[in-house]
């Protein structure tokens, strides 16, 4: 009985898609968390830029 259970591959396939799904997942929040960064980078960029030439500089 033990061999048969080890031999038997009916739920490996949804563990393989599983992990991934989760390894997508991490990439995509890990690649959105930088994203952010460069995107809030560039909008105290152009802050910058249009205070200082409202400001005469």
């Known amino acids: 009985m033990l061999v048969r259970f080890i031999k038997d591959e ?17 990439a995509i929040v890990g690649s959105l968390g930088l994203l952010m960064n460069n995107i809030e980078n560039n909008f105290d ?13």
């Not at 152009?46 to 005469?56: C, R, Y």
């Open 10 to 26: 009916c739920g490996a396939t949804a563990i393989e898609y599983g992990l991934i799904v989760a390894v997508l997942s991490l």
């Open 45 to 57: 960029y152009i802050s910058n830029i249009v205070t200082d030439s409202s400001s005469g500089n």
